[in-house]
Nanobody
Framework: VQLVESGGGLVQPGGSLRLSCAAS????????LRWYRQAPGKERELVAS????????WYADSAQGRFTISRDNGKNTVYLQMNSLKPEDTAVYYC???????????WGQGTQVTVSS
C-alpha cells in the first residue's frame, strides 16, 4: 500500500492549490477516498470525501464551497482543488481510505499547505 500526496506549497490568502494523491497497492476504485489535514498542535481532521465511483462527495463546513474533491480511477489518483484559501487552511494534507486506516494503519507523508502573505 502506498499513498503519495503532492501539490502543496506556499500561497497567499485568496489563492488556489490543487493537491494530488497517487495510490497503489490496493484496488483503488473499490473504496471511497478522503482528504484529511492536520494543523500544528491540532488533531487530524477530515476535510472531504468521495465515493468509490465519484458520484457522491462530502465536505467539512470549513471546506464547503471552497474545496472540490475529485478522483480518476483510471489513474488511481484523488485530487483536492482548494480555492479562496485562508491562513487557517495551513496544515499538512493527507489522503486515505478507511480500508487502509483500519487494516494497515498506514498514512503517507502528506503535503504541506501554507497560506500566508
Amino acid at each position: 500500500v502506498q499513498l503519495v500526496e503532492s501539490g502543496g506549497g506556499l500561497v497567499q490568502p485568496g489563492g488556489s492549490l490543487r493537491l494530488s494523491c497517487a495510490a497503489s497497492g490496493f484496488t483503488f476504485s473499490r473504496y471511497s477516498l478522503r482528504w484529511y489535514r492536520q494543523a500544528p498542535g491540532k488533531e487530524r481532521e477530515l476535510v472531504a470525501s468521495i465515493s468509490s465511483a465519484g458520484g457522491s462527495t462530502w465536505y467539512a463546513d470549513s471546506a464547503q464551497g471552497r474545496f472540490t474533491i475529485s478522483r480518476d480511477n483510471g489513474k488511481n489518483t484523488v485530487y483536492l482543488q482548494m480555492n479562496s484559501l485562508k491562513p487557517e487552511d495551513t496544515a499538512v494534507y493527507y489522503c486515505n481510505t478507511n480500508h487502509i486506516i483500519v487494516n494497515f494503519g498506514y498514512w503517507g507523508q502528506g503535503t504541506q499547505v501554507t497560506v500566508s502573505s
